[in-house]
């Protein structure tokens, strides 16, 4: 691996690149917790579904903070 980050083939560095991708990352894994979340509550399992979405509210903070510091550094 190279320590440069060119950005050659994406026209975006790679740092910038991996907080966009981690932002998608949180972003779809809050839906897909959606349907596990409606999947528990269906089976009747309380326990399940206060997990997924303890973990979906997660998945949406991190969305939130990795959107907040995309947003500082193509700002700056």
């Given amino acids: 691996m190279s320590d440069s980050e060119t950005g050659q ?18 972003l779809s894994n809050a839906l897909r917790l959606e349907q596990y979340i409606a999947d528990a509550d269906r089976a009747g399992d309380s326990e399940l579904a206060d997990f997924f979405r303890r973990a979906q509210g997660a998945s949406r903070k991190g969305a939130e903070e990795g959107k907040e510091l995309l947003a500082r550094r193509l700002n700056s």
């Fill in 9 to 26: 083939v994406t026209g975006t560095q790679d740092k910038d690149y991996n907080i966009i991708w981690f932002v998608e990352a949180c």
